[in-house]
Structures are given as structure tokens and as C-alpha cells.
């Protein structure tokens, strides 16, 4: 199984430790396509080799080839809005992860969405057995 897993970078890279946990638990169910949003070192606006058209076009390329797409979504992020729309336009499964708390609310566009499964959580070991679940049958 390819998992799409997408988290904030531009946005905020505060929960980058908690996207590199929920990479490791991932693993164990197939391979993840973007192992890099989990690393701690990535910082917005980095330098590499590709460029934002490159970077733009590897990811949907990525996000084509995925049979599931798992967003945490509590850092707020256009990038990852805008991953959330291909990926339902291309009909994928999507499991968006959410932490309350704090005043935070997530968006009515994520939460409304029908064809999305949203979870919320304060613990990874929470909702891990659902998250199972839902991949075990897609």
C-alpha cells in the first residue's frame, strides 16, 4: 500500500516530531510516499534541488500513485488544503487527524466533508486501531 502522508510545512513546522511518529507507525502498513515531512531539519523555504513547480509536480505525481492519503491537519496549511482537494478529485481515501484544544477548530471544509474520515486525538495511541481498521480496508 503507497500512504500519501501530508503535514504543515509552510504553514508551521511546531508538530514536525509528531508527523515523524505518525511516519514510524505508518511504515507498518505500507510504504509512505513522503517520509521527508516527518524530518525534523525540513524548514520552509529550504533550498534543494527542485524548485516550487518541481516541488508542486513531484507531490501530485506522489499523491496520483498513493492508494490512501492521511493528512494531520491541526497546523493549518494551505499546501495540505489544497493536497486535500487532488486527492478527493482523485477519489482517494483520506484520513485527516486532528488535534482539539486549545481554541482550535477544524476548518468546516475539512470537517464537513463527507468523504473524508476526520479523527481526533491528543494521543497517536488513541486512534491508532482505527486508523488500522480504516487502512485494512481499503
Not at 32 to 57: F, N, R, S, Y
Not at 103 to 132: H, P, W
Request: proline share 4%; net charge negative.
Amino acid at each position: 500500500m503507497k500512504i500519501y502522508f501530508s503535514g504543515s510545512i509552510s504553514g508551521g513546522r511546531q508538530d514536525a516530531a509528531l508527523y515523524q511518529q505518525w511516519i514510524h507507525f505508518l511504515k507498518e502498513y505500507g510504504e509512505v510516499l513522503t517520509e521527508h515531512i516527518g524530518d525534523p531539519q525540513l524548514q520552509p523555504g529550504e533550498a534543494t534541488i527542485l524548485d516550487d513547480k518541481g516541488i508542486h509536480d513531484r507531490d501530485l505525481e506522489w499523491l496520483e500513485s498513493a492508494d490512501v492519503v492521511i493528512a494531520e491537519v491541526t497546523v493549518p496549511s494551505l499546501g495540505v488544503g489544497y493536497e486535500l482537494g487532488q486527492a478527493r478529485a482523485m477519489n482517494k481515501p483520506v484520513i485527516c487527524l486532528f488535534r482539539p484544544g486549545n481554541g482550535k477548530r477544524l476548518s468546516a471544509m475539512i470537517a464537513g466533508c463527507d468523504d473524508f474520515v476526520c479523527l481526533n486525538y491528543q494521543e497517536i495511541t488513541e486512534i491508532e486501531d482505527k486508523v488500522i481498521s480504516i487502512l485494512k480496508m481499503i
